[in-house]
């Protein structure tokens, strides 16, 4: 197939705060890139109308068109925040911080405007289909993946296929209760899995712990005069960084941080523990912006959960940081949408 014959796709993922979206070739290759925010406005105009609007800019662009030349898109493949019924393209569920997200037609929205065939899935399951076709998990056929976030999303891969269960929502892996008298999740139940193990919780924990004066704000990168509501510098990259860069590991401030992330650490190891007892994966993908961190994150977790599954089930087992990064979610919708529209031929 020659370059001027090769398929190129659409390639959306949509989130709560940005939109991303690339032009991809049928190898994974991410050949233009562009990100947009949805939340410009405060919400008033839906993120999936931000969306397509922003999709429409990309097309009549000059940099997209000088590059399409003779070519044509072949479809676009959808990344979407929240749970996604893939066989309508419709938003199922949704968290509530994105007004008017509920119920959206994605696909049908996305094919009124451009007259392509849409694909859509929920953005865990698309990291997952962009990491086993490309990425962490590259031929791997039953594979576990946690994104860790503002909230801890999952996809799930058994004998070669996603599993989205009746109407797409399964995966839903930050909603398993780790404690049955625990805190409350923003989903109404107690203890769950997303409630102590996501980047918000890991950062709320550290935060409090410098508000409390366990932690010294420069320790973390920031001023040392900083006050307890002026903290926003603390994230996840922060904390990694603070724990790889420093090295003096008997001082007071290392000492707390590391206790913190041990902690939280065990509550990601309690629910990878459960799934791995039920899936019995080749792997495990950690995804999400602190997989970043790489071995600093995933080795600490990896022994935790070696040490407490099952033999059987730890004998053989991977467990990895994703390798696509802030792509996976692009490059498996158009992944995912290959997988559709080839099965729809047959």
Same mark, same amino acid.
């Given at each position: 197939?020659?370059?001027?014959?090769?398929?190129?796709?659409?390639?959306?993922?949509?989130?709560?705060?940005?939109?991303?979206?690339?032009?991809?070739?049928?190898?994974?290759?991410?050949?233009?890139?562009?990100?947009?925010?949805?939340?410009?406005?405060?919400?008033?105009?839906?993120?999936?109308?931000?969306?397509?609007? /922003?999709?429409?800019?990309?097309?009549? /662009?000059?940099?997209?068109?000088?590059?399409?030349?003779?070519?044509?898109?072949?479809?676009?493949?959808?990344?979407?925040?929240?749970?996604?019924?893939?066989?309508?393209?419709?938003?199922?569920?949704?968290?509530?911080?994105?007004?008017?997200?509920?119920?959206?037609?994605?696909?049908?929205?996305?094919?009124?405007?451009?007259?392509?065939?849409?694909?859509?899935?929920?953005?865990?399951?698309?990291?997952?289909?962009?990491?086993?076709?490309?990425?962490?998990?590259?031929?791997?056929?039953?594979?576990?993946?946690?994104?860790?976030?503002?909230?801890?999303?999952?996809?799930?891969?058994?004998?070669?296929?996603?599993?989205?269960?009746?109407?797409?929502?399964?995966?839903?892996?930050?909603?398993?209760?780790?404690?049955?008298?625990?805190?409350?999740?923003?989903?109404?139940?107690?203890?769950?899995?997303?409630?102590?193990?996501?980047?918000?919780?890991?950062?709320?924990?550290?935060?409090?712990?410098? /508000?409390?004066?366990?932690?010294?704000?420069?320790?973390?990168?920031?001023?040392?005069?900083?006050?307890?509501?002026?903290?926003?510098?603390?994230?996840?990259?922060?904390?990694?960084?603070?724990?790889?860069?420093?090295?003096?590991?008997?001082?007071?401030?290392?000492?707390?941080?590391?206790?913190?992330?041990?902690?939280?650490?065990?509550?990601?190891?309690?629910?990878?523990? /459960?799934?791995?007892?039920?899936?019995?994966?080749?792997?495990?993908?950690?995804?999400?912006?602190?997989?970043?961190?790489?071995?600093?994150?995933?080795?600490?977790?990896?022994?935790?959960?070696?040490?407490?599954?099952?033999?059987?089930?730890?004998?053989?087992?991977?467990?990895?940081?994703?390798?696509?990064?802030?792509?996976?979610?692009?490059?498996?919708?158009?992944?995912?949408?290959?997988?559709?529209?080839?099965?729809?031929?047959?």
């Amino acid at each position: 197939m020659t370059m001027t014959e090769a398929k190129l796709y659409l390639g959306v993922d949509l989130g709560g705060t940005f939109v991303k979206i690339g032009i991809i070739d049928d190898a994974g290759h991410i050949c233009r890139k562009f990100k947009f925010p949805v939340d410009q406005d405060g919400y008033r105009t839906s993120i999936l109308e931000t969306a397509v609007l /922003s999709a429409g800019e990309v097309l009549r /662009s000059s940099d997209f068109l000088s590059f399409l030349s003779e070519r044509k898109l072949a479809g676009i493949g959808v990344s979407a925040t929240g749970q996604i019924d893939p066989h309508t393209g419709t938003v199922v569920g949704a968290a509530g911080h994105i007004p008017n997200y509920l119920g959206s037609h994605i696909a049908e929205d996305f094919h009124r405007a451009f007259g392509l065939n849409v694909a859509v899935a929920n953005d865990a399951d698309c990291s997952l289909l962009g990491e086993c076709s490309y990425g962490a998990a590259k031929g791997d056929l039953n594979v576990v993946m946690m994104t860790l976030g503002t909230g801890v999303g999952g996809g799930i891969l058994v004998d070669g296929k996603l599993m989205s269960g009746s109407r797409g929502a399964a995966g839903e892996i930050g909603h398993i209760i780790i404690n049955d008298d625990g805190e409350e999740c923003s989903c109404g139940n107690r203890g769950c899995l997303e409630h102590y193990a996501s980047i918000k919780a890991l950062v709320n924990k550290v935060r409090n712990a410098v /508000s409390e004066g366990r932690i010294s704000p420069a320790y973390l990168g920031g001023d040392a005069d900083a006050s307890s509501d002026d903290l926003s510098f603390i994230n996840g990259k922060t904390i990694f960084s603070a724990l790889s860069e420093k090295t003096d590991h008997n001082c007071s401030d290392h000492n707390v941080l590391f206790s913190i992330v041990d902690c939280w650490e065990n509550y990601i190891a309690d629910g990878l523990v /459960s799934l791995v007892h039920i899936f019995n994966p080749d792997s495990i993908v950690i995804g999400g912006g602190v997989s970043e961190a790489g071995e600093l994150l995933v080795s600490p977790i990896r022994n935790k959960v070696l040490k407490r599954a099952m033999p059987s089930f730890a004998d053989g087992l991977i467990i990895k940081a994703a390798e696509l990064g802030n792509d996976s979610g692009m490059i498996g919708a158009v992944e995912n949408f290959k997988h559709r529209y080839s099965q729809q031929r047959a």
